[in-house]
């Protein structure tokens, strides 16, 4: 096949990107996989620990895509063997074991859910048992002595628990080499992960080294901010978002997220071009209401088709936005094309004596906009001429706001 510019695939490769280590070494192994018309080999480890994904596994998934859609081949490693020992990172206690069964029953349910953004045709899939699980005593003793109990405690996470005098059981000290042997298995030219993964990654690139062969280049990916809008997304937080969700959940939820995620979860989630990313960044300022029921199209429309997206919003109005609002509404009409403070339009339509009380109705949390309250005292609404708006000002006060 054809590739791309190198350059038009560094575009596409670093968005989203934290960091790639070595930059040069991937631009190197760009060149010459085009020139010689050969696919890099990217790999992407995920152990199958849980049953299901969420929108924050889909930022790596995702990027794995972007290598496959430039014409690159993607291997996909279903960790049942290193899931036997439970992956450390971001950890401050040892994780509980799980049985073959259940890294198996995961496993299934994880590849179903995967092929929702990958290409399965295109994806080689592998299981690291096939090496892993072949490897002698003497093997697993060669290879611990590639590492010092010094390196391994520079790990963040074990120098935490380290220094807190938790406990780290040496089993733990073997993951990171587990998973760099699948680097040297399956001879990787690239290995994705997220920033908490960094220090694996690299013992991988090293064990290549000391196999003799080409390093790999390690490229990280940002952790997904929950809904929370504080803590990265998980289940355990309950800030998450599966990708199984019913387009209807999954539409209202990400309109709960704060509004300065909207832009990191277009980057990351979404398939808009990245020289329309400054536009998106500008209307997320201007007019965060839309922008957001756009992401929240957007995002439902992946994974659920566009009739899905449009049940997802349908939904949303008639239940939230809609709900216990009267039929007869009064209609204020307002420039085309201009903002107007929220504050100012409770006052100018008549919907509270002065603009303290409509400052105090905010603070209350007696505001809202489409169902959303209210928050942010200098808040404004854009009028476009196509949109408009529903305001509850306290119990009772409602109003059409159109241009």
């Not at 809904?227 to 990400?254: C, F, R």
Request: proline content about 4%; aromatic content about 8%; glycine content about 6%.
């Amino acid at each position: 096949m054809s590739f791309p510019e190198v350059a038009e695939q560094l575009e596409i490769i670093k968005r989203g990107t934290v960091e790639i280590v070595p930059e040069e070494e991937l631009i190197e192994k760009l060149k010459v996989s085009k020139a010689k018309n050969r696919p890099l080999r990217i790999k992407l480890g995920c152990d199958p620990t849980r049953p299901d994904l969420h929108l924050g596994h889909s930022v790596i998934l995702r990027k794995m895509r972007q290598f496959q859609d430039l014409g690159h081949h993607a291997i996909l490693i279903i960790g049942d063997f290193t899931a036997l020992i439970g992956d450390p990172t971001g950890q401050n206690k040892t994780r509980p074991s799980l049985t073959v069964d259940e890294i198996n029953e995961n496993a299934m349910t994880y590849l179903d859910q995967a092929s929702k953004i990958l290409d399965k045709e295109k994806t080689e899939i592998v299981y690291n048992s096939e090496w892993l699980d072949k490897m002698k005593f003497q093997d697993v003793i060669k290879l611990s002595s590639k590492m010092t109990v010094a390196r391994m405690l520079e790990r963040d996470d074990f120098s935490k628990r380290y220094n807190a005098q938790e406990p780290i059981s040496l089993h733990e000290f073997l993951y990171p080499l587990a998973q760099g042997q699948d680097s040297v298995f399956l001879k990787s030219d690239v290995e994705l992960g997220g920033t908490d993964q960094k220090f694996n990654l690299l013992v991988g690139r090293q064990l290549q080294k000391d196999s003799g062969m080409d390093q790999q280049v390690c490229l990280m990916m940002p952790l997904l901010v929950g809904t929370d809008g504080t803590q990265k997304m998980s289940k355990s937080y309950d800030n998450y978002i599966g990708i199984d969700e019913t387009p209807e959940d999954m539409y209202g939820k990400v309109l709960s997220i704060p509004d300065e995620l909207i832009y990191t979860w277009y980057e990351l989630l979404t398939d808009v071009k990245t020289s329309d990313l400054p536009e998106i960044a500008q209307k997320t300022k201007d007019d965060p209401r839309n922008t957001k029921h756009d992401l929240a199209y957007k995002i439902t429309e992946l994974y659920h088709g566009e009739d899905g997206a449009k049940a997802g919003r349908t939904h949303f109005e008639k239940t939230v936005v809609n709900k216990g609002i009267p039929e007869d509404l009064p209609e204020f009409s307002f420039e085309s094309h201009s903002n107007h403070k929220i504050i100012d339009i409770i006052f100018d339509i008549g919907f509270s004596p002065s603009k303290g009380e409509a400052r105090r109705l905010i603070k209350q949390g007696g505001v809202s906009i489409d169902g959303e309250k209210v928050t942010d005292l200098n808040a404004e609404l854009l009028f476009n001429g196509k949109n408009e708006y529903i305001l509850k000002v306290g119990k009772r006060k409602f109003g059409k706001l159109v241009s």
